[in-house]
């Protein structure tokens, strides 16, 4: 029976950087995610609708997100 022992790489700046901007984009998708389904959920009430607009805000809001972290991958 053998045990494998691996090497760790110490963490370095670069690392730390990557872990806050992901934690970043994390956060910022949940908090605009449901604010555009809450705005949405207003919406539909106000005007007496289905969940149409709650449900096309929320997926506007995703998707929105989603677009705004490839931009910033891509002009790194």
Known sequence: MSIIVRKRRPLTSDSFR???ML???GFALVI??????WLGHLL???LGTG???????FLL???GNFIAIYLEKRRE
């Open 44 to 46: 539909d009430e106000w």
């Open 61 to 63: 809001g995703i998707i």
């Open 51 to 57: 969940p149409k607009f709650m449900l096309g805000l």
């Open 23 to 25: 934690s970043a984009w």
């Open 32 to 37: 605009t995610s449901f604010l555009f389904l």
């Open 18 to 20: 990557v872990i806050i």
